[in-house]
């Protein structure tokens, strides 16, 4: 036999002993791919968990997961359950001993009437039971009930199941998004206020009529939304006022789309034994927790806290018609197609400013209220008023023909650099800066077209 024949015999001698190894060692971990056992994570819809009396569940909630102990239920924490998903379903198998029918011996593997095991509800249910440490660190015995094969696993699985049920609880308040949220009421310190989203935008409801900022409101609505949860002291069902929980006082009432009762949150008093912490009830929790006592503050906001800066933002796709009067005198701006005309009472029809009419919508929407007023309007005249109207044609349906009033402002006399604007319809009145009432004038040189 020459050199480079038996060269060859040896390298393939040398390839089937290594195949060979390699199928032992996947045949002494039970499975060829060297797992414990099969399973999609995607189609299991439940995992149940014990270790020794404790005994509870993660499942599938839409797209998120729920923790459940008999009738309780809960939010859980997701990124949690997915991580015991994963290890479970890929349970590496370091060794295998096969068929231990032998009851004593199952024994001392920890195996015969384990106390602590996962089990994963999908297509199937496989139970994993758990068993004693192995003198390899970090491995432990288990097997698949119902099964005879022992197996040895890493012992990271223990870990998630001797976690007990509150560890696996969201932390997050709630899932919900400030986008969802369709109206809200507040009950503090400073009375009761109402909130609500309409088509033009926030509005505030109670104690007056106007319109609501809506960064300022969006502010609110995260931050309550966002809290985190610091601990969980226990079910709703008991005496809530030993946690100076009280209805309808220091309470946000959210109402979401899709849900027929509000979510309300209410603080109750401070937790002695956590110093700036507060007793809180959740009621789509349906427990108490303790939150922050920097967030029981956000409900002390006051109405002016959501009020709207701006004068009155008017769109002006809508407005085909402004009158302003000042100083006895009147101006009508008209529009006429894409342009603007500009008439004063006797005087025919000119070309307006096209920049000077944006101008006056840009100051209505830019936020420039100094402060809000509560007092009736002054006894004196007006000093300038500026009215906007939507025109309808003879060719509309003959009730809805004619000028139809979208929004009218007027200003007062100003005092002390300010002057109180009043917009109709709204509550209370504006304080804004002189200059800026002044610059509104009747004087048709503001209006003309250069």
């Known amino acids: 036999m020459n050199r480079l024949l038996t060269v060859l015999i040896l390298l393939v001698a040398t390839g089937l002993a290594a195949t060979v190894i390699s199928l032992r060692s996947c045949a002494r971990a039970g499975r060829e791919d060297g797992f414990v056992f099969s399973a999609d994570p995607a189609r299991v819809r439940q995992i149940n968990l014990r270790a020794g009396a404790e005994r509870f569940s993660l499942a599938r909630a839409g797209g998120n997961w729920e923790v459940r102990e008999g009738d309780f239920e809960d939010l859980a924490d997701s990124a949690q359950a997915e991580a015991v998903l994963a290890l479970a379903t890929r349970l590496v198998a370091y060794d295998r001993i096969p068929e231990v029918r032998d009851r004593d011996q199952l024994g001392e593997f920890g195996l015969r009437s384990s106390k602590r095991w996962i089990e994963l509800e999908g297509d199937r249910k496989i139970r994993l039971l758990l068993g004693k440490e192995a003198a390899a660190e970090g491995r432990i015995y288990a097997r698949i009930d119902g099964e005879n094969d022992v197996y040895l696993i890493d012992d990271a ?19 919900v998004l400030p986008s969802q949220v369709d109206r809200f009421s507040i009950s503090g310190q400073s009375g009761e206020i109402e909130i609500a989203r309409k088509p033009s935008g926030w509005e505030i409801l109670k104690p007056l009529s106007a319109p609501a900022d809506a960064v300022e409101v969006e502010k609110f609505l995260a931050r309550l939304l966002s809290l985190d949860v610091l601990g969980f002291v226990g079910p709703d069902s008991g005496n809530i006022g030993l946690y100076g929980l009280a209805d309808g006082r220091n309470q946000a009432a959210l109402y979401v789309e899709g849900r027929e009762r509000p979510m309300v949150l209410r603080f109750g008093s401070p937790d002695a034994e956590h110093p700036g912490e507060v007793f809180a009830q959740f009621t789509p929790r349906d427990t108490v927790v303790r939150l922050p006592e920097a967030a029981r503050a956000a409900l002390d906001a006051r109405p002016d806290t959501f009020r709207d800066r701006r004068i009155f933002p008017v769109n002006p796709d809508i407005v085909d018609l402004i009158r ?3 100083d006895g005198r009147e101006v009508s701006l008209r529009r006429d197609g894409e342009k603007w005309a500009l008439t004063e009472s006797g005087g025919a029809a000119r070309a307006a400013s096209e920049a000077a009419v944006a101008r006056l919508f840009d100051v209505l929407a830019t936020p420039s209220v100094l402060e809000f007023s509560a007092a009736p309007p002054p006894a004196d005249p007006p000093s300038r008023s500026v009215g906007f109207y939507s025109v309808l044609t003879e060719n509309s349906a003959e009730e809805n023909a004619g000028e139809h009033p979208v929004a009218k402002v007027i200003f007062y006399p100003p005092a002390g650099g300010r002057s109180l604007c009043v917009v109709e319809g709204q509550s209370g009145g504006l304080l804004v800066p002189e200059a800026l009432a002044a610059g509104i004038s009747a004087d048709p040189a503001k209006w003309v077209a250069p």
Not at 160 to 166: A, N, Q
Request: charged letters at 45%; hydrophobic letters at 30%; glycine letters at 0%.
């Open 157 to 175: 699985i223990v870990r998630f199941t001797e976690k007990p049920l509150r560890e696996f609880r969201d932390r997050r308040l709630t899932r």
């Open 324 to 326: 302003i009067s000042s």
